[in-house]
């Protein structure tokens, strides 16, 4: 996709093999800028700090990272292990892993190095093309949602799921480029996203597309989709467990109940390597418990709503900070992927992918 | 209540009758600040910039800025015009100023002052009054929605409707209040409220009591009942419709929502003046839409989850504010007053205040 009318990616291996180029997103949407990553330790700080996140930008990522670690002289395993142990929740990351390790293994480890940079740069072009497909077949389920007689569609979204989470397209903004793209008028309700403010990455993403958005706080969302102001609601996910149950960003769950009592179709947009067949069911997803100083800080506005002090939690304060929640499968009209789309079900999601069954 | 165990109301009238202090609570918590309101224009200013919030402590503080308008020699109605307009919600504000302008038009102008003063002065008194009572009511509904087995009641609120919201003892954490001085031990789930982050009211009352407490994002909150953690999710109200739908701070909804989907029962503390029985349901509530400036800032957090920035959203960027939102009665399970509960519906409010129909 574009920055400033340029086509990029979000990852960008150097063309000597010895680093990747990604975009520092806690500086956005204040400041863009670049970081150069040429370590293990690097990558997996890279992705513990959010500096890149988003399910498959994570999982191709990491893929950099073994291959990065192979040339540091790290053990393959190790390298594995590092970054495995960064985020729990997403599944890409496990998936992107066990597919080096898959490819790496039987070779020598005089050839490990080479193969390990072909094959993330594999994964990254095989998510981009993935999600470009993703996009298409997610366009004609959002066309279809939109109400008779409107002539603008109304997408919710919560945290950001655009190209900045993958490499490039995205996964729940995806369709919602290609219905630009196709002349549908499309408008974004963007979700701020607490406590790390997501939504103002995907508030800037769709800024540099010409796509028109409103921000609200997470709390304003029952409310929209209960005033009939919304048509779909689209969202991307971390894992998505065999029986259709998806683990996204935490506040997915309650945007998913106030879309079901609106009556309004709540999709969850995500490529293959999201679905985790090995998973039976949402409660047996890991949970990430981030950091409780993500939430100690707010700021403080003085009544003309200007900013007056950045202001802290009592510090006895306990904080309790998930970073994601399961939204059952029964509140899902339908997962999309690069294949397609299915019923959230375990039924639906083997129909989909049958020899993906564990 | 107390502020460093001394204590205190929110609204304070001076001793001459010409002023009252009020806590400024956009200083909260990070600064504790008394702001003394002279004149009818200040106290306009303090409740429409937030210096003073909570349906009940809106109510009283207008009642003050009559008489202090009225000491200015403005006339009765284009005080209560003034102050009318401050805050489209909350019905305590027409509430208080119906009562003065019905408690002083028949009086000669002369008298009007000192009659006004007293009859504020009454409100703020029977405000306390109602409150406590409404804490007792509230109380043993809060005990017998303790699972059992669990020594520890865990009780979720939204927003601040503690005393701070309040002229004493709060609505919705009045309850808390009470049962924590009967020996129940009680924890609280606090959420953040964006946008204004009211939560943080919320952490610094219950802090100034000792009451364990946890903060969460908004967005936690469904996650949080889904895994069984809540016993009971309680909230105040700015207006109650004659049919039992609620208007309360944006977010209430989806909380009552994820409690409904836990089977955790929701209940609504309101003392009667928030009952507009001349509102037949929620959707003929007006909404306040609030500057969208309230969203446009937000922290970046680094790496290390430090703050390196005030960040600011796309210059043009929409936002989209609303206020308040509608809690359908159906999703309620009582509502608490100082009279004592009832469900959530025309004849449960009916019952307990049988003279107040319409």
């Not at 291996?13 to 690097?42: K, M, N, W, Y």
């Not at 039987?106 to 093309?129: K, M, S, T």
């Amino acid at each position: 996709m574009n920055i400033n009318g340029k086509p990029t990616r979000t990852i960008l291996p150097s063309s000597d093999g010895q680093a990747v180029d990604i975009i520092d997103q806690t500086q956005l949407p204040h400041r863009l800028a670049f970081l150069r990553l040429r370590t293990l330790a690097e990558t997996a700080h890279a992705i513990a700090s959010m500096q890149v996140r988003g399910a498959p930008l994570i999982g191709a990522t990491a893929a950099f990272g073994v291959a990065l670690a192979l040339r540091e002289g790290v053990a393959l395993e190790a390298a594995c292990q590092t970054l495995a142990a960064t985020r729990p929740t997403a599944v890409n990351l496990a998936w992107a892993l066990a597919r080096m390790q898959a490819h790496l293994q039987a070779l020598p480890p005089a050839a490990q190095g080479e193969a390990a940079w072909q094959e993330a740069v594999r994964i990254a072009d095989e998510d981009a093309a993935q999600n470009r497909r993703l996009g298409e077949h997610g366009a004609a389920l959002l066309n279809e949602a939109r109400r008779p007689g409107k002539a603008r569609l109304d997408v919710m979204t919560h945290c950001n799921a655009g190209w900045l989470a993958t490499v490039d397209y995205g996964t729940a903004l995806s369709p919602v480029y290609v219905a630009h793209e196709a002349g549908l008028r499309v408008h974004v309700w963007v979700s701020e996203t607490r406590p790390r403010n997501q939504g103002l990455l995907t508030a800037w993403e769709l800024e540099q597309h010409g796509i028109p958005y409103t921000v609200i706080a997470d709390n304003a969302a029952g409310l929209l989709l209960q005033r009939g102001e919304v048509d779909a609601v689209i969202v991307g996910a971390d894992r998505i467990a065999a029986n259709g149950d998806v683990a996204n960003k935490v506040g997915t769950y309650l945007k998913a109940l106030a879309a079901q009592a609106a009556g309004v179709p709540f999709f969850v947009a995500a490529p293959r390597s999201t679905i985790d067949f090995a998973c039976p069911a949402g409660s047996a997803i890991p949970i990430e418990e981030r950091h409780g100083d993500e939430l100690r800080l707010c700021l403080g506005l003085d009544g003309a709503q200007q900013l007056a002090s950045v202001r802290q939690l009592p510090s006895a304060s306990a904080v309790a900070n998930p970073a994601f929640d399961v939204t059952p499968a029964a509140l899902v009209r339908a997962i999309v992927t690069e294949r397609g789309h299915c019923p959230a079900s375990g039924e639906g999601l083997a129909a989909l992918y049958p020899k993906s069954r564990p």
